[in-house]
C-alpha cells in the first residue's frame, strides 16, 4: 500500500484527540494542518455532522490530498457532505487513494487552475 492515510479518533467526552495524516511508505505521522490560513470555518477539526470542524477537516483533507488549496477551497462543502459528515463518529480511516477516486468522480482536478 502506497500514499497517505487520514484517521481521526476521539478520546474523552467526544473531544477529537488528533487528526493525522501517516505517510505509508516511511511510517511517518504527522498532525494533518487545519488550513485555517485558507479559511476559518473552526479552530477544531471534527466529523460526522454539517457545519464548521466538518468543513475544516474537508477543506484540509483535500488541500493536502490535492496539493491545490484553491482546489481545496472550491469543492470542500462537496467533500463534506458527502464524505466527512458521514464518516464513524468514534473514529476512521480514509485513503489518499479514496480521497483522489472522490476528486476524480465528483469535481475533476483541474490542473491549470490550481
Known amino acids: 500500500m502506497s500514499g497517505k492515510l487520514y484517521a ?20 511517518v ?5 487545519s488550513r485555517l ?19 475544516q477537516l474537508a477543506l484540509a483533507i483535500l488541500a493536502d ?8 477551497e472550491r469543492h470542500h462543502h462537496w467533500f463534506k457532505q458527502d464524505v466527512v459528515m458521514r464518516l464513524p ?5 480514509l485513503s489518499e487513494r ?3 477516486e472522490w476528486v476524480a468522480k465528483h469535481h475533476p482536478l483541474d490542473r ?3
Open 89 to 93: 463518529w468514534d473514529g476512521w480511516e
Open 37 to 55: 490560513d485558507l479559511w476559518e470555518h473552526s479552530v477544531k477539526l471534527e466529523w460526522g455532522y454539517g457545519i464548521g470542524g466538518p468543513a
Open 8 to 27: 481521526g479518533e476521539r478520546s474523552g467526552q467526544g473531544a477529537v484527540s488528533e487528526v493525522s495524516v501517516v505517510v505509508v511508505e516511511d511510517g
Open 112 to 114: 491549470d487552475r490550481t
Open 29 to 33: 505521522t504527522r498532525p494533518l494542518a
Open 98 to 100: 479514496k480521497v483522489l
Open 65 to 72: 490530498a490535492t496539493d491545490s488549496d484553491s482546489y481545496a
